[in-house]
């Protein structure tokens, strides 16, 4: 049984640019969170997926923005990207009737040059 | 006031002893509670939750949990070295989860 999976494990862009980071929840998870790490730091919540619709968000800008799939996949795309971006993105998914016991996935480690 | 504080690290403790976890929450409505493991250049790994007040044990791992002093531990028995990571206190509410910023523990053999 794979667990979440995330893709690619790690990837450098060039501020300004775009980035779309891919997340695969765990069989049979419906539910889908993504989470910014900066060094030192512990996660912080972007925003949560479920029925493909974006149920919460927490304090991101417009430039962060997420999709979910019918299969329960999700993207996260961040736009105009900064410095302070270069972080490790989270993804974790939980079945709807347990969230929020959330299992994360290997994460995407992100560098913005 | 930050949501969830943990204690600073980091902790150092002799193999074969207890390393001992505190982490505070400031929203009272918070209803579950966990712990997760992160190893170096690793995501975190989900480890213990609870939901009520007491105590609930899992292997060498108790975590304990006060609502009305909106506190909650984590006790590692018997460390062994690869305990050694660190360790995230998460707080639920309304469907999000908010991290401490961690405590990293050493077990010295």
């Known amino acids: 049984d794979a667990g979440v999976t995330q893709s690619p494990t790690h990837l450098i862009k060039t501020r300004g640019q775009q980035v779309t980071l891919r997340c695969s929840p765990k069989s049979g998870h419906d539910t889908v969170s993504w989470y910014q790490q900066a060094l030192g730091q512990g996660p912080q919540f972007i925003f949560q997926?479920?029925?493909?619709?974006?149920?919460q968000r927490g304090n991101f800008p417009d430039r962060f923005s997420g999709h979910q799939f019918p299969n329960y996949s999700s993207e996260l795309n961040v736009n105009a990207l900064l410095l302070g971006d270069s972080a490790l993105y989270l993804c974790a998914s939980s079945p709807e009737a347990r969230v929020p016991e959330a299992f994360f996935g290997q994460g995407t480690r992100l560098t913005v040059v | 006031q930050k949501e969830v504080e943990q204690n600073s690290g980091p902790l150092s403790v002799p193999e074969g002893a207890i390393a001992s976890l505190n982490c505070t929450y400031s929203d009272r409505g918070s209803q579950s509670f966990f712990w997760y493991r992160q190893y170096s250049g690793k995501s975190p790994e989900l480890i213990m939750s609870?939901?009520?007040?007491g105590d609930k044990e899992d292997g060498r791992f108790t975590a304990q949990l006060n609502k009305a002093s909106q506190y909650v531990s984590l006790l590692i028995r018997d460390s062994q070295p690869s305990d050694s990571a660190t360790y995230l206190c998460?707080?639920?509410?309304?469907?999000?989860?908010?991290f401490g910023a961690g405590t990293t523990v050493t077990v010295r053999a």
């Open positions: 997926y479920y029925e493909e619709e974006e149920r």
């Open positions: 609870i939901y009520s007040n």
């Open positions: 998460a707080v639920n509410s309304d469907y999000k989860l908010s």
